[in-house]
């Protein structure tokens, strides 16, 4: 018997299946893939042989994931929905590491548990929120747009968070992929603030595509992975470079045939890469210490609400669209994972905390989408009551 052939069919049955059953829910489709990897974990694990390729192939979802939501993207023209980002995210920060660091002292970790903390804190998934707007058509609205730039600052934070990371372990730092890594970024900002006034492509030159699938699907592949590889080489994470080509791309007309060229390459890949993060869980450590981890989600869910609330009411919204922001930036996403199996492969943190930082960010991932709604209910129950 083909095991190869029977389990891709047993986990296409899986997620099938599960995505039955979330869309009954009104939950998102990228928790079935989580859930999938979860549950297929046993079977799979004996069957890949190398997890970290899996994990590399996976990682092109994201790029695509990430290349479309810069497509369905409008840079606005407001100064303000540019500067409050910036704002939030660094109130954020700076919230995020004193309320690690107050963890740190009552539990007594050392300075580079305390440090993957503030990490897993200060990063949420750009995936999971950014098909939340978008399946909610809230994307191109103000308070969406301030959402999505916010977590294009945390992804591009990435590439510091992972210098630091090195510094903290054995490996060696590099002062000039540092400063490219920085300049990179500042030359990002200045390409978003451009976006907003011309397209970067000309309709002329783009004619001959029209009529050509072959040659749409390969031109598209290129630049949504194109812009991921340069980004990469300059230091920052690949993620971003797929994003900006995606906004670039966006705002021409010639290319309004790609999203639909690139479409069953985005639902696959995008699958994949939130199923190997549901392989990293071990069910056994899930099941022998459930109480803390479902503690640990809520603690998480909890404080990260409350202080990404508090960075909302202090740049004047209300207290229903600041619980509303709350709830979108609650979890951790999968770059707070991403740092965390770093500080583990750089022996910073020892594999008891890792285990645990898995379990609860994976947990916080899969409840993240209730939670929103959980949030959102209260938040309006308790308006109504105080109008009245």
């Known amino acids: 018997m083909n095991t190869v052939l ?26 079935a893939y989580l859930i ?49 980002p910036v704002i939030a995210q660094s109130i954020k920060i700076l919230l995020s590491i004193g309320f690690a660091f107050l963890l740190g002292y009552f539990f007594h970790l050392k300075i580079y548990y305390t440090l993957t903390l503030a990490a897993l804190f200060n990063f949420n998934s750009t995936a999971i929120v950014g098909e939340y707007l978008s399946r909610n058509k809230e994307l191109n609205t103000s308070f969406g747009t301030i959402i999505l730039n916010i977590l294009l600052l945390q992804d591009l934070m990435v590439a510091p968070t992972t210098a630091l990371f090195r510094f903290m372990g054995v490996g060696a730092v590099s002062v000039g992929k540092f400063i490219v890594a920085i300049l990179v970024c500042a030359a990002i900002i200045i390409l978003l603030r ?8 000309r309709s002329s030159m783009l004619n001959g595509l029209k009529s050509d699938h072959e040659l749409q699907v390969f031109l598209g592949l290129l630049l949504s992975l194109g812009f991921g590889a340069l980004a990469d080489v300059a230091g920052l994470n690949s993620a971003i470079g797929s994003f900006v080509a995606g906004l670039c791309i966006g705002r021409t007309v010639a290319f309004n045939w790609l999203e639909h060229s690139l479409q069953p390459f985005r639902v696959f890949f995008v699958a994949l890469f939130f199923m190997t993060i549901g392989l990293q869980f071990d069910l056994e450590y899930l099941l022998q210490h459930g109480g803390i981890i479902l503690g640990g989600a809520l603690l998480v869910l909890v404080s990260n609400s409350l202080l990404s609330a508090i960075v909302f009411r202090l740049l004047g919204y209300d207290w229903q669209q600041s ?5 979108l930036l609650a979890h951790t996403g999968e770059f707070g994972l991403m740092a965390c199996s770093l500080a583990y492969n750089l022996h910073a943190i020892d594999s008891t905390f890792y285990k645990a930082a898995i379990a609860i ?10 939670w929103i709604n959980i949030l959102k209910l209260l938040s309006r129950a308790a308006i109504l009551r105080w109008q009245k």
């Not at 451009?194 to 492509?201: D, E, H, I, M």
């Not at 960010?361 to 209730?370: I, Q």
């Open 6 to 31: 029977a389990t891709i069919c047993l986990a296409c049955l899986v997620i099938l299946l599960l995505i039955l059953l979330l869309k009954k829910i009104g939950q998102p489709y990228l928790i």
């Open 194 to 201: 451009a976006v907003r006034y011309r397209a970067f492509f």
């Open 323 to 327: 619980l509303y922001a709350g709830a």
């Open 36 to 84: 999938a990897g979860v549950l297929l974990r046993p079977v799979l694990s004996g069957l890949i042989p190398g997890n970290v390729e899996v994990e590399q192939a996976g990682q092109l979802g994201l790029l695509f994931l990430m290349f479309f939501l810069g497509m369905e993207m409008k840079i606005p023209d407001e100064r303000s929905l540019l500067l409050k």
């Open 361 to 370: 960010t994976g947990t916080t991932l899969l409840l993240s989408a209730t």
